[in-house]
């Protein structure tokens, strides 16, 4: 007797085919994102340190605004170190 279509077996195969590649790209994509968020943070926090530089040089760092920096929730100054904490809650200190 011979059947025609697809029997159990040919279907889980491809199931699983399906669900291994959608696997890897799923960690592929959160890996990807990961380290985009990463290398925007570097890029921001470089900038600010880099602009609040020049402001302290001229007595300027009140008018430093967070609204150009959109990862960044908070910034202290205490002595010569820059406490910085982005929105993810990561907190980094940068001495001038």
Known sequence: M???GFILLEVLVALTIVG??????WE???????????????FVL???VHDFE??????????LD???YSQIEDIM?????LII??????VFEVRL
Do not use: C, D, H, P
Request: proline share 0%.
């Open 2 to 4: 011979k059947y025609k």
């Open 20 to 25: 291994i590649a959608s696997v890897i790209y």
């Open 28 to 42: 592929s994509t959160m890996r990807t994102q990961a380290f985009n968020k990463q290398i925007s943070q570097k």
């Open 46 to 48: 470089e900038r600010l």
């Open 54 to 63: 020049i402001l302290q040089t001229e007595n300027m760092t009140q008018n």
């Open 66 to 68: 967070l609204e150009g």
């Open 77 to 81: 100054k205490r002595n010569n170190i």
């Open 85 to 90: 904490k982005f929105q993810s809650g990561e």
